[in-house]
């Protein structure tokens, strides 16, 4: 048992070195669906296989929308800082 607790709190104190290249950004993708999951399956008062879809899908595309849109307008601001 001491093994395991201490492998995963190296995941912590050694966390991945990911990079901040444009490829490295799609990391972003994964962690918004599983927002968008549990965020709509705590939030929808009945649970049925195809709305719960439409609504993870609308509220991935939104985020991800937003996201993309923070990154353009970031990058802009800093291009026009540096230049």
């Known amino acids: 048992m001491f093994d395991l607790s201490t492998s995963l709190l190296a995941g912590f104190t050694a966390p991945l070195d990911i990079g901040t290249n444009p490829l490295s950004m799609l990391w972003m993708f994964p962690l918004l669906i599983s927002i968008a999951v549990v ?10 296989l195809k709305p719960l879809a439409v609504e993870v899908l609308i509220l991935f595309l939104t985020l991800s929308g937003f996201m993309i849109l923070a ?5 802009l601001i800093v291009w026009l800082a540096a230049g």
């Open 71 to 75: 990154g353009i307008v970031l990058n």
């Open 39 to 48: 965020y709509k399956t705590t939030r929808l008062r009945v649970l049925f």
